[in-house]
């Protein structure tokens, strides 16, 4: 798909400007150390496969859509996950079923299928419109003569939300704002980590500060999982059902084991961190896009009002907002949360006349082919309306990957667009949004794409 002139193109939101050139591995390292999209050039947004040789490995970014289609779909499993990625995440999610291959991955998946059974988009719309609840009557207290700082405040809500639906239980904003200031330090040190590694450096102790952050983290709900760990074991049940209790009862299909505590640890950890954080990430990003769009806001407020009027939103009303949909899958495409997938070489293999050798590493980066022209006009543009045209449908089918593709693609990306919606409409509905006089956001990615400084936005309630 041919890319329309700039001056054509919608308002485009701030990103990375990209150099010129390729840049060299000194230059490469300095950039990177912070956020690996400001080290990609001009030519990283339209080339078909790019490759780069540090001294620790060599790594493909493929943006080629077949070739992303056989990395992603693995039929025949030559491309597990990246023992480099699962380095970097491994002090928060251990060996969960994000980070395993083969047939550990398999068994894994299989104990915890029955889990995301609780996770039916109907069975918990209660416990997302309740934290909802609590997310409005906060801001609507706060002082909005002044703008409000929304990066933790969508931390919060999507954190509550994960909380009641696994434990049953809600978070106090005390305990998000931990989970919070934990996360950010994580990544400031796991990915600088990273970089000394890749370039064959000692650590300095970025990897053990990473590890702190991380036991930051496991504190909020490790206690919690104890307790109801010990009282399953001696017999007891919960009050009511719930995500934690079906992985309490997952059993090994061929041992018939339980999870053990820390691997139980390790699957609580992955579904809490999964299911908040990209969220909130995409959260925040939207609201940002609304408050530079004041027409769009007025046009999606008549829609959640002639879906549900004033009362409560309800499941059924989501359906008829449309334009609240298109709102979040446009951010994802412009700021997706996750924005490179690793896997791993196993073979000798050769893709666009380049030998690969195993132990290399292949990156498939949604940030990539969802801003290629040749995939999506004014690709840096912000336009929700691209999801309802008739030229944009194939590119949204094969190009647009926020949540992954294949096997293991994202289980909760339902859950995470329902919460989503629903977050968006009872924030539009009750407040107008700008974006203050001063420097625009910058995006920075690590492990998840963050604003850099936070997202300041001032709010003021509608009526």
């Not at 943006?63 to 597990?80: C, G, H, K, Y």
């Not at 104890?226 to 995500?243: L, N, Q, S, T, V």
């Not at 909130?280 to 407020?301: C, F, I, M, T, V």
Request: neutral net charge; contains cysteine.
């Amino acid at each position: 798909m041919a890319d329309a002139p700039m001056d054509k193109c919608p308002f485009t939101p701030p990103y990375p400007v990209p150099h010129k050139s390729k840049a060299s591995l000194v230059k490469r390292f300095f950039t990177g150390w912070t956020s690996w999209i400001h080290t990609l050039f001009e030519r990283s947004y339209t080339m078909k496969m790019g490759e780069i040789h540090l001294p620790r490995l060599d790594f493909y970014i493929a943006n080629e859509l077949s070739i992303v289609e056989r990395v992603m779909t693995d039929a025949d499993r030559e491309f597990p996950k990246h023992k480099f990625l699962s380095d970097f995440v491994e002090p928060l999610i251990g060996q969960s079923v994000f980070n395993t291959n083969g047939k550990v991955w398999d068994d894994q998946r299989r104990m915890i299928n029955p889990a995301f059974a609780h996770t039916n988009l109907k069975r918990v719309y209660d416990l997302m419109s309740d934290a909802v609840a609590d997310m409005l009557a906060y801001l609507r207290a706060q002082d909005l003569t002044q703008p409000i700082d929304i990066d933790p405040v969508m931390t919060h809500v999507t954190a509550d939300v994960i909380f009641r639906t696994m434990f049953s239980v809600s978070l106090n904003r005390d305990e998000a704002l931990q989970i919070h200031h934990a996360f950010t330090r994580f990544q400031r040190n796991a990915q600088p980590g990273a970089m000394l590694h890749l370039y064959g450096l000692p650590g300095f102790g970025f990897p053990k500060r990473a590890l702190r952050a991380s036991a930051e983290i496991h504190k909020v709900f490790e206690p919690l999982v104890r307790g109801r760990y010990d009282a399953f074991h001696r017999g007891e049940m919960p009050e009511k059902p719930d995500i934690l209790h079906s992985l309490l009862e997952a059993r090994h299909p061929e041992t018939g084991e339980p999870f053990g505590f820390q691997e139980l640890i390790d699957q609580i950890a992955l579904i809490f961190l999964a299911g908040h954080e990209t969220s909130a990430s995409a959260l925040s990003w939207a609201l940002y896009l609304l408050s530079e769009s004041q027409d769009l806001q007025e046009d999606l407020h008549a829609e959640i009002v002639a879906a549900a009027g004033d009362g409560p939103i309800g499941f059924e009303h989501l359906k008829g907002m449309e334009g609240v949909r298109n709102l979040f899958r446009e951010t994802l495409r412009l700021y997706p949360p996750i924005g490179f997938f690793a896997r791993a070489i196993t073979k000798p293999t050769v893709m666009r006349e380049k030998p690969m050798k195993p132990g290399a590493m292949i990156v498939i980066s949604p940030w990539l082919i969802q801003r290629n022209k040749e995939n999506f006009s004014c690709p840096h543009s912000f336009d929700p309306d691209r999801f309802t045209r008739p030229e944009e449908a194939e590119a949204v089918k094969s190009a647009y990957m926020p949540f992954g593709k294949g096997p293991r693609i994202c289980v909760g990306a339902g859950f995470a667009q329902q919460e989503a919606m629903l977050v968006l409409a009872e924030i539009i509905r009750a407040f107008r949004l700008r974006y203050p006089a001063g420097p625009k956001p910058e995006p920075v990615s690590r492990l998840t794409l963050r604003p850099k400084k936070g997202i300041r936005l001032r709010l003021s309630l509608r009526g």
